[in-house]
């Protein structure tokens, strides 16, 4: 089966610009994450997705969005781009039974580069 | 909210001996540790995880204990090998499912042949 599928890998842009991450999930799973992660901050969860609609939201300002999409499949947007937005954004999948026998599965996630 | 610390942050053991990392955390509603392990350039991957109603669970070389009355659980890694090397995150939650945790700072294993 294959994993959490993440495009691009890569990305630079310019700060102000807009940018837009896509996460396809393993096959099955209707549960998508989002976290961010730097040396600085660590690992943090921005949001998650179920059914296209947003379950639960972390600490990130309003620029920071997402959706998904009926077939599971996950976008996340970062508008007026800041340096500090710089990172390596994963997403993660799970199957969300309801009980802890979904745990998260990440993917290799798109690295953002703000110059 | 939830906060986790992990101690180390870099350990360097000799091959085949034994690796210990440790985690704390400040919410006495968690009840979901899951354990990480990511390589140079991959996303996190699970290793274990545990449930607050067992105290430790093991996994070939893989262990984890965890102690809810003092609010810290441990990753053992036996009989270390160079694969080992990576960085390793504790993490936890207390809302009900798997899906948003707090992630402690991470730790730098590296085993040396």
């Known amino acids: 089966k294959a994993g959490v599928t993440q495009t691009p890998r890569y990305l630079i842009k310019t700060r102000g610009q807009q940018v837009t991450l896509s996460c396809s999930p393993i096959s099955g799973h209707r549960s998508v994450s989002w976290y961010q992660q730097t040396p600085g901050q660590g690992l943090q969860f921005l949001f998650e997705y179920f059914s296209e609609t947003q379950r639960n939201k972390g600490n990130f300002p309003g620029r920071f969005s997402g959706r998904q999409f009926s077939n599971s499949r996950s976008e996340m947007n970062v508008s007026t781009l800041e340096l500090g937005d710089s990172a390596l954004y994963l997403c993660a999948s799970s199957t969300d039974t309801g009980s802890y026998n979904s745990p998260l599965h990440f993917g290799n996630g798109t690295r953002l580069t703000v110059t | 909210g939830e906060n986790v610390e992990q101690h180390p942050s870099t350990l360097s053991v000799q091959e085949g001996d034994s690796a210990v990392i440790k985690c704390t955390y400040s919410?006495?509603?968690?009840?979901?540790f899951p354990w990480y392990k990511q390589e140079l350039g991959k996303g996190p991957q699970l290793i274990i995880d545990?449930?607050?109603?067992?105290g430790e669970k093991k996994d070939q070389r893989i262990a984890v204990t965890l102690n809810k009355t003092a609010k810290h659980f441990s990753l053992h890694i036996t009989e270390t090998q160079p694969e080992d090397s990576a960085v390793y995150f504790c993490?936890?939650?207390?809302?009900?499912?798997?899906?948003?945790?707090?992630f402690g700072s991470g730790t730098q294993l590296t085993v040396l042949p």
């Open positions: 545990i449930r607050s109603n067992v």
């Open positions: 993490a936890a939650t207390s809302r009900g499912s798997a899906r948003q945790l707090t």
């Open positions: 919410d006495s509603a968690s009840n979901y």
